[in-house]
């Protein structure tokens, strides 16, 4: 069975260059709506390290064609517009995005780039970085956590900063992960058990390829090659 990406992409072998990294914890300093501290924050702040030409599906089935990426920390789809980037305002109605080779599907709150795709399931990875309050600076070099508290106020609906204006470090988290995405729209964490479940014919091919592999879900390193193994059958 051939895989296939969005907008009838089709492909016979999936390559990643992942981190290794599930999840990570540090810290960010912002002030003013921008960070100054936190090169980690900066880094991860987009799925793809560059913006790239790309293609916008709407729910209705208008297409928008832009230089894309997707925010990992707002959870949308940002633009080069000009020498501006800028967050569409409808992202609610966003289907799906295509940029470069890379496919996403927004499900939910969101973003899955879609990494293979059958009429059973697909294989996604998604990313999220959330921040929470930490400390501020206060008189004589102390801190109050309530200055960044109230900070957090204006931020923790939807995940915005552009309306801090007090120098506030706040603890962030990022995580990726691997998941099974359902035809209906369900999403799981990717383990054997779940796998398995949707190829019950193969499942001693993949059995063994698992132990063969000495494959470990819980690292990326390791879910790459089993992907195109799953591409392959």
């Known amino acids: 069975m051939k895989s296939k990406l969005l907008f009838l992409v089709n492909v016979t072998i999936f390559t990643l260059i992942v981190s290794g990294l599930y999840a990570q914890k540090q810290t960010v300093t912002i002030s003013g709506g921008k960070v100054v501290e936190g090169e980690l924050f900066k880094k991860r702040y987009y799925f793809l390290p560059e913006f790239g030409e790309g293609v916008l599906k709407y729910v209705d089935g208008t297409i928008f064609k832009a230089v894309l990426n997707i925010d990992v920390f707002k959870q949308c789809v940002s633009v080069i517009n000009k020498k501006d980037t800028i967050t569409i305002s409808d992202n609610n109605n966003v289907d799906a995005v295509l940029i470069g080779k890379n496919a996403f599907r927004k499900i939910k709150n969101f973003y899955y780039q879609i990494l293979f795709e059958n009429d059973k399931l697909s ?33 923790s609906s939807n995940n915005q900063i552009e309306n801090l204006s007090t120098p506030v470090k ?64």
């Open 170 to 233: 706040y603890n962030f988290t990022y995580e990726e992960r691997y998941c099974i995405i359902t035809p209906d729209k369900n999403v799981s964490a990717l383990n054997k058990k779940k796998l398995l479940s949707f190829y019950p014919d193969k499942k001693e091919l993949i059995e063994n390829f698992i132990k063969d592999k000495k494959i470990d879900f819980s690292k990326n390193s390791d879910i790459v090659p089993l992907i195109n193994f799953i591409i392959g059958l």
């Open 123 to 155: 294989i996604g990875f998604y990313k999220v970085l959330k921040i929470s309050a930490e400390s501020s600076a206060g008189a004589y070099g102390t801190t109050t956590n309530n200055a960044a508290v109230s900070s957090l106020n204006s931020v």
